[in-house]
């Protein structure tokens, strides 16, 4: 074993950039190994079938799932870019519109929440700030996992929401608006260099739920980093996942590094400018995705015109349909360029 010789571990930072590198690799083997495993089964299977042994219903499910795993090795396979392995970081905010926005943002939350325990994600809450009436003003997930933020990529921009307002005395149709943004998690093994100097900190009460200290205690922190070459504000960072500002401020630096690595890896892609096209105005005309309650039931994306008319799953976190016909689709635009 490669960590067990002699001297693996006398320069750490190189021993764990070579353990994350070998971890990279395992997944391609370990879905190789999978795929192989299951077509094994497969043959045998089919060979107790001609003997009278099996159903050809039970052939017929073990064939699909050698299809699905071999369909999804072949989908992780577009997803070369070094950033795509990594997990991420998403920030949810909503748009004009109060209590209705942040209702809608408060319900993205949990869509991309149960989305990520579904994939089998450690996802972690590393900022909420809760609305006046209901919903949220912004909040902070953390993913952690291969292959995180190569499909929550799929996600950024603004989402759309028509439904009967449950606010509404008057129970009209609102139109609701939130975005949606994501950067890859930097683990150890990224080095980025951060100047203290353009870092400024402050602090604040948790808004969320916690121990006794949540509201009496300010553990919460904001970062910002305002550096010559980054218009004002700068980057601004929250966090409020620990009830230790110290573990906070360690998190928010994790953060800070985590976007200032999207920023390079944009610039070496030159692909900053469709990044930034991203930001779009949260408003009408500007969304990536619709969701409609009301009157009929219909969730559609405007970038690809993958639609499902099962909401209520959708809103469950039923989301990989619509991130794999996106990334397919930038695939074969980047293949055309």
């Known amino acids: 074993m490669l960590s067990a010789q002699p001297g693996f571990w006398d320069n750490p930072k190189e021993a764990e950039k070579t353990l994350h590198e070998l971890k990279a690799k395992k997944i391609w083997t370990t879905g190789y190994e999978q795929v192989q495993a299951a077509l094994s089964d497969l043959e045998t299977l089919q060979e107790f079938y001609e003997e009278g042994e099996a159903e050809a219903a039970e052939v017929d499910a073990e064939y699909h799932k050698v299809l699905q795993l071999l369909e999804d090795l072949e989908f992780k396979r577009m997803l070369s870019n070094e950033e795509d392995q990594l997990g991420a970081i998403m920030e949810i905010n909503p748009g004009a519109g109060g209590t209705e926005s942040q209702d809608w943002a408060a319900m993205l939350l949990r869509m991309y929440t149960m989305w990520g325990e579904k994939q ?73 260099d951060i100047n203290p100097a353009y870092i400024r900190w402050d602090t604040f009460r948790s808004g969320g739920a916690g121990g006794q200290n949540v509201n009496k205690v300010e553990t919460a922190v904001r970062l910002h980093y305002t550096p010559p070459e980054l218009e004002p504000p700068g980057i601004v960072v929250e966090c409020q996942e620990e009830r230790s500002q110290l573990k906070n401020k360690e998190k928010a630096m994790k953060m800070l590094k985590s976007r200032l690595y999207q920023l390079e890896v944009a610039k070496r892609n030159e692909a900053r400018d469709a990044i930034e096209s991203q930001k779009l105005k949260i408003d009408f005309g500007s969304q990536i995705r619709n969701y409609v309650l009301h009157p009929y039931k219909l969730v559609k994306d405007a970038r690809t015109g993958v639609e499902k008319t099962d909401v209520q799953k959708v809103l469950d976190g039923d989301l990989m349909d619509f991130m794999k016909a996106w990334l397919m689709s930038a695939a074969d635009e980047q293949q055309d360029k």
Request: net charge neutral.
């Open 120 to 192: 089998g994600y450690a996802v972690k809450q590393i900022n909420y700030q809760p609305g006046e009436t209901a919903g949220i003003k912004s909040a902070t997930l953390e993913f952690d996992g291969p292959f995180a933020y190569g499909y929550l990529k799929a996600e950024i921009g603004v989402h759309r929401l028509v439904r009967i307002s449950p606010f509404d005395a008057g129970a009209r149709r609102h139109t609701s608006f939130a975005s949606v943004y994501v950067y890859p998690l930097v683990d150890d093994s990224i080095q980025i």
